[in-house]
């Protein structure tokens, strides 16, 4: 994945070089070409922050987080490794949430494993007839935790034991899926004090909800 924005910084450097050596340098162009460096190098970071999570030995340190901006920036992660180009992304994030207790990149790589899930179950739909919903919400007026949902109009699952399957490991309903990320997102979700399950939505797809329960 990293490869990728370092391919469009090499890229972008070389026409930034040729720009600057013109006769008659076009500063607007040059100044977009710049932009475009720097968003790419943020990208590279984003990419490398979140490979650390897998390198690190180091203690998990909780931090006061806005669960918005940890969906924004999952979503931001995985615009860099997946071709997004066909999916409609929709957000429905509530505003003025209070913040949670915990490692960041814990729980960005929980909504990419559930994003990821939603994208593989509309892998069947037609070509820009794909939707992706991501929610957040408070499940009752003086609830003290936060409900994400994360929603795909993909093939869903009718068998409602097979629902609670989707948690357990090594159970996949991918052919060649090896059944661990939506495990590891339970594992990761309940070490918070948190709740994780899934829904068949009422007319297509799937809906993947859990909650985190707000700082002290």
Same mark, same amino acid.
């Given at each position: ?10 890229? /972008? ?18 100044? *977009? ?43 931001? /992660? ?74 795909? *109009? ?63």
């Amino acid at each position: 994945a990293l490869h990728q924005p370092l391919t469009a910084l090499s890229f /972008y450097s070389f026409v930034l070089k040729k720009s600057l050596d013109a006769e008659h340098p076009d500063l607007i162009k040059i100044k *977009d070409i710049i932009n475009k460096c720097c968003d790419q190098s943020q990208r590279a970071t984003d990419v490398i922050k979140h490979l650390m999570i897998f390198l690190s030995t180091e203690k998990v340190i909780n931090t006061s987080s806005d669960i918005n901006v940890l969906i924004n920036s999952a979503l931001s /992660y995985m615009r860099v490794t997946e071709d997004l180009s066909n999916i409609t992304i929709k957000l429905k994030l509530s505003k003025n949430l209070r913040r949670v207790s915990v490692n960041p990149l814990h729980i960005e790589k929980v909504i990419i494993a559930l994003v990821m899930n939603a994208l593989e179950a509309m892998e069947g739909n037609k070509e820009n007839a794909r939707t992706l919903t991501i929610v957040t919400a408070l499940p009752s007026p003086k609830a003290e935790l936060v409900e994400v949902a994360v929603i795909d *109009d993909g093939r869903g699952i009718s068998d409602s034991a097979a629902l609670h399957q989707l948690f357990k490991p090594f159970y996949s309903t991918k052919a060649n899926g090896i059944g661990m990320g939506l495990p590891i997102s339970k594992t990761l979700v309940e070490s918070y004090g948190g709740k994780i399950w899934a829904e068949q939505n009422a007319r297509k797809g799937l809906c993947i909800k859990f909650t985190l329960p707000f700082e002290s």
